[in-house]
């Protein structure tokens, strides 16, 4: 058998641009160092006052790499922010006079320079020489930024509490060749923003959710930094646990990738339960792949979920969390309003020093960034928009102007977007009718080029605009090997769904050109509370809309599904009542069948009943059809609220009745029966979750009518199931070990102290 070639790691060429990182996340970086690699927490002082040291220690020194040093330790951090600046003796005048004051006090035994600058062998010597020429200084040591990019090459560990220096490198140089193509297809999503990324607290509570749960459910509003939260955690992944990262789009993508044979996987789902609103079939979907999820990561693997905070709030009643209770002991919900001041003001730093506006809007803004950071509604998206010019062309700078593009910014964006010319608009218009995904190169559909020509755009201009939106409003990425045209933002989708609401030509072009299956979950007929939904279509374009469904199911039965989804959860009483009518054999078309929750004939057969238009007849057969398949299979799912309002009290009673005498008395041969069909290598307690979750449900009833005999029955069946379930999981193979580490914070800045926007303008 043949050797596999290992991947070669170029390690020793790649070096860092910490000149862009400023004054103080630079400081912070040299903490974490002392920390992480060196084996000792010291002490950072604040920002103003520190009398010439950023960092101070007392007592024995034992770094990592074994030496032992003893006395007084100062830390001083020398920044820089001109590239491939070259330390001079001169430049430490100040620092020099500083340390003989430490010194001579006893603080400065043991004196250590970090510096982002160039420090060559002579020049080092040289500045050894002037600080240990000092009285009371034993030990001197200096770090410039070729020994520092040395320490983070080096130390995987220290990358993934600094995740923003992944952007500050070369990947290829520090990644093996498998992990840097995963990062850079992670990276090409987000453009540039992870080399603005700041240490949060929600940063640090989502890696120790990774570390107990092996889950988190990132939660937040628009524009909170969720998607970047998750980048940073999914490159980190790659850097130090070596797992193999899969961005999943849905459940079903989920249960394709997820490999029971690698326990290294980490999956990231962006907007899980869905994009701006509230998405049934993700959700159901997703109730069928919790087993799976469960067993991924009981072998070891990590799973990461973002989601809208008010989507997640509509998901949770339709969540079966009972498959997966990790769910509620693992959520990370991004309070932007608490997000500290530090915290604030240094993702607005990042985002406008490294931003492209020019360096006279950045002196402008300069006196205005702490009010800024101090908004209520301020985000890190507001922080990207004001670092790009793009968003600034009509900003005055001024007090009143910043508050109103802290405080309404889908109306700034809006106003953005009208004011973009034709094939600007169009390519936005491209993306939009692709549900926030077109293919590169780009080519347009019939619909598509029609929808282009009404909006006064052509196909040379169209492609042109790409390119000149690339970074602002559109991004290009790539996914699956295969380039693709993204909003930067989604909440460019939402300011785009604004206008097209409000312009019914606009409408009509949506409605035409976009796929069938994308418009089922981007619109309502009719308002019905979704919260967040792109496009409400009004009564008189019903008809329009029901000739295009009509199409999409004849081209392809299995097209159904989506649609029952829309048609139980998106749509109003007069557009299903239109629908019928048109097509009526519609409801003598629908089946119930196991399980209720999966089947979405049941949903739209809910939704028919609430509206009365169900005939009873129909109803009937529906009871007839849940009366046996509660015994069967058995399938509880007859007691979840929409489907127990198809049931009378007298047919709920008798459907529990022959539970009771037909189900409890067989429900050992019934398990044992399942034991038989298990196949060996399945995970064990995913095999035998609906029939469990089905006894629970059962025993649930029967304990609120005090049925006593009955609860024991079903307890004892679950006994019996859970020690069906333990002999099974002893002949899988063992779990492997996982381990991961955490991060303390440093001390918050006092008031008065040093502006970290001081060199924001450099």
């Known amino acids: 058998m043949q050797k596999q070639k290992q991947p070669k790691v170029h390690a020793a060429e790649v070096t860092y641009e910490l000149h862009s990182l400023g004054w103080k996340a630079f400081q912070n970086l040299c903490v974490t ?47 820089t922010a001109k590239v491939d600046k070259c330390l001079l003796l001169t430049d430490l005048k100040d620092e020099l006079a500083k340390a003989k004051r430490l010194a001579s006090r006893e603080l400065a035994d043991n004196y250590i320079l970090f510096t982002n600058a160039r420090l060559t062998g002579a020049t080092e010597e040289k500045i050894r020489k002037s600080f240990e020429s000092i009285p009371g200084i034993k030990r001197f040591a200096a770090y410039g ?23 500050l490198g ?86 394709e990738h997820s490999n029971p044979l690698e326990s290294k996987q980490f999956f990231w789902v962006d907007d899980a339960f869905g994009a701006t ?20 990561i009981h072998r070891g693997a990590k799973v ?17 969390e009972s498959a997966l209770p990790i769910m509620k002991e693992s959520q990370v919900v991004i309070n932007v309003e608490k997000l500290s001041r530090e915290e604030r003001e240094q993702i607005l730093y990042n985002h406008i020093r490294l931003g492209s506006q020019p360096r006279e809007f950045k002196k402008a803004l300069k006196p205005h960034l702490p009010d800024v950071a101090a908004q209520l509604r301020f985000s890190p998206e507001i922080a990207r928009r004001l670092g790009n010019p793009m968003f600034t062309k009509r900003l005055n700078i001024s007090n009143s102007a910043l508050d109103t593009f802290v405080a309404q910014p889908l109306e700034l964006l809006c106003e953005i977007i009208r004011t973009l010319d034709a094939d600007n608009r169009s390519s936005l218009a491209l993306v939009f009718m692709r549900a926030g995904t077109l293919p590169s190169p780009i080519e347009m559909t019939t619909d598509e080029q029609r929808a282009v020509a009404l909006l006064g755009g052509s196909a040379g201009g169209v492609r042109a605009a790409f390119k000149a939106l690339n970074g602002s409003l559109l991004i290009q990425s790539i996914q699956g090997g295969n380039y693709m045209w993204r909003f930067k933002h989604p909440t460019i989708r939402d300011a785009f769904a604004a206008l097209v609401a409000e312009d019914i030509e606009l409408m009509d072009i949506y409605i035409a050109g976009t796929p069938v299956d994308k418009l089922f979950g981007e619109v309502s007929c009719g308002e019905v509370g979704i919260k967040g939904v792109k496009v409400i279509i009004p009564a008189n374009r019903y008809d329009v809309f029901i000739a295009r469904i009509d199409e999409y199911l004849s081209g392809d039965r299995a097209n159904i599904r989506a649609f029952h989804t829309f048609l139980a959860h998106r749509c109003d009483r007069a557009f299903i009542d239109r629908y019928t009518t048109h097509n009526p054999l519609f409801i003598s078309g ?15 057969i809910v939704r028919l009943h609430e509206f009365e238009l169900l005939p009873e007849q129909k109803r009937k057969y529906v009871v007839d059809t849940i009366r046996e ?15 127990r309002a198809l049931l009378s009290q007298q047919e709920m009673a008798e459907i529990l009745e022959n539970v009771r005498i037909l189900l409890l008395p067989k429900l050992d041969d019934h398990i044992d029966d399942c034991r038989s069909d298990y196949e060996s290598g399945e995970d064990p307690e995913n095999y035998f979750y609906e029939l469990t979750n089905a006894i629970k449900d059962y025993r649930n009833v029967f304990s609120e009518k005090e049925a006593q005999e009955e609860v024991i029955q079903l307890n004892d069946a679950l006994k019996h199931i859970e020690q069906m379930i333990d002999d099974l999981r002893s002949e899988l193979p063992p779990e492997p070990d996982d381990d991961f580490y955490g991060r303390t914070r440093h001390d918050e800045r006092a ?8 060199d924001v303008d450099s």
Request: proline residues 3%; aromatic residues 12%.
């Open 33 to 79: 160092i002392t920390g992480e690699v060196w084996g000792q927490i010291v002490q950072s002082f604040f920002d103003s006052h520190d009398g010439g040291r950023d960092g101070a220690f007392h007592g024995t020194w034992m770094p990592k790499t074994g030496e032992s040093f003893h006395g007084t330790f100062t830390a001083q951090c020398k920044f």
């Open 145 to 167: 930024c070729e020994r520092i990019s040395l320490i983070i090459r080096e130390s995987p560990r220290l990358r993934m509490l600094v995740p923003r220096v992944y952007g």
């Open 170 to 255: 070369d990947l290829s140089q520090i990644l093996d060749e498998r992990a840097y193509v995963q990062a850079q297809e992670i990276l090409s999503a987000l453009g540039d923003d992870l080399a603005k990324f700041v240490i949060t607290d929600a940063y640090q509570r989502s890696a120790k959710a990774l570390v107990e749960h092996g889950f988190v459910l990132l939660l937040g509003e628009p524009a909170c930094g969720k998607s970047t939260i998750a980048a940073a955690l999914a490159v980190g992944s790659l850097d130090e646990w070596g797992c193999s990262t899969v961005k999943v789009r849905d459940a079903d993508d989920f249960v």
């Open 277 to 296: 609103q509230f998405d049934w079939s993700s959700v159901a979907a997703w109730n069928r792949a919790f087993p799976h999820i469960h067993a991924a």
């Open 304 to 320: 990461l979920f973002t989601s809208r905070d008010y989507i997640y709030v509509a998901a949770r009643e339709h969540l079966k």
């Open 590 to 604: 629908l089946r119930v069948s196991s399980y209720f929750y999966a089947v979405s004939d049941v949903d739209v």
């Open 629 to 643: 398949l509660a015994v069967d299979i058995p399938d509880s799912g007859f007691l979840r609220e929409g489907i």
């Open 751 to 758: 008031d008065g102290s040093r502006s970290v926007f001081d």
